[in-house]
């Protein structure tokens, strides 16, 4: 079974097929603002300009006519960006006469981890430019264990970025000033109950570097502040649902110190550590495209009428059926 899988939440349009075993192809054309984070209606004209040339990519390596379904991500996202993506599914499951099944985004982060992965029963910590949540499987849903009360890592991350003259995305780049950082400056640790708020934390980084601290000792302090918010939270969650697995996914995955961070806590507990490679970390077609799959065969497609994009779609809104 071969289904084409489009993302476009966010920065970054992907689009990629995929068999039961693995990505055949994944064509990926980022959005990069000129200026200030991610502007909802330029990135959604990115999405529309750069779209057919995309597809025109995918379809170079796989014959249209072999395709068994469209998967697109219908939520959560930027209401602009998701409805070029949504457009595209559409009008592609017409075309080809194929079914059309609108994934959530957040979900599809959890699947491609799982797929790739040894994962069985895991904690899973979501941490991306617009979502941080830790979360876990309870019968048929995904459960949110704890969330962002405000902005998610990433978004923290490029900001204090932006602040500091970087480009777009800041994550990365902070993670390589933050090598070279030694001295740990104290700033706000917010950890509330099950959840967690980085907005802070921004603020007094922001007047910490008006100060004139080191931009490598700021970028350390942050990150050690902000990883370890996340890891109390997912061991406390493995603690409280005795649970001895976790899986990192979302773009924010990609930085080494909070990988670090999560297997040193994970050995302390003689728990598993998991996380998928690097293409499928960040916000990725075959994500999308492995999900659909999974909802096609079980049964479970969008009809046209109903596949109206869903901006505020929650992980914990979705019945799992496998
Ligand atoms: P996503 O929304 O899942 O695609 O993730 C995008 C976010 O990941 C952006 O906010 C990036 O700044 C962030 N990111 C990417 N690579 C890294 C890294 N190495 N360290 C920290 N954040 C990163
Ligand atoms: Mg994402």
């Avoid at 966010?10 to 000129?34: F, T």
């Avoid at 750069?50 to 995918?58: D, N, P």
């Avoid at 979502?131 to 978004?155: A, H, K, M, P, W």
């Avoid at 493995?238 to 806590?265: I, P, W």
Wanted: net charge negative.
């Amino acid at each position: 079974m071969l289904v084409l899988g489009i993302e476009g939440t966010a920065w970054n349009l992907s689009a990629s097929v995929v068999d039961e075993n693995d990505v055949i192809v994944q064509v990926s054309d980022q959005y990069v603002p000129s200026s200030g984070g991610i502007h909802p209606r330029e990135a959604a004209q990115h999405h529309s300009s750069k779209i057919s040339g995309v597809l025109k990519k995918v379809f170079n390596s796989v014959d249209p006519e072999s395709i068994d379904g469209v998967a697109f991500s219908i939520g959560p996202g930027m209401g602009p960006c998701l409805r070029v993506v949504a457009t595209a599914g559409r009008a592609i499951s017409l075309a080809l006469d194929v079914p059309l099944v609108g994934v959530n985004h957040c979900v599809a982060h959890i699947e491609a981890g799982m797929w790739k992965t040894d994962a069985v029963d895991p904690v899973i910590l979501y941490a991306s430019g617009g979502n941080s949540q830790v979360i876990s499987r309870r019968g048929n849903y995904y459960r949110v264990f704890g969330e962002t009360l405000d902005i998610g890592i990433g978004n923290a991350l490029d900001k204090l970025g932006r602040e500091m003259g970087l480009s777009h995305p800041g994550g990365p780049k902070i993670e390589k000033l933050a090598r070279e950082g030694k001295r740990y400056h104290s700033l706000p640790y917010s950890v509330k109950g099950m959840d967690f708020s980085f907005s802070g934390l921004v603020t007094s980084a922001k007047t910490l570097l008006q100060k004139g601290i080191k931009r490598e000792d700021l970028c350390f302090s942050f990150q050690e502040t902000a990883f370890s918010m996340l890891v109390e939270v997912t061991e406390r969650a493995m603690a409280y649902l005795d649970k001895d697995e976790v899986l990192l996914v979302g773009g924010v995955g990609a930085n080494s110190r909070l990988r670090q961070m999560l297997s040193v806590m994970c050995s302390d507990r003689s728990a598993r550590f998991h996380c998928p490679p690097d293409h499928l970390m960040g916000d990725n077609g075959a994500m999308i495209a492995h999900t659909g799959m999974k909802m096609l065969t079980h049964g479970l497609k969008t009809d046209i009428e109903s596949s109206k994009v869903k901006p505020d779609y929650r992980v914990d809104e979705v019945e799992i059926p496998w």
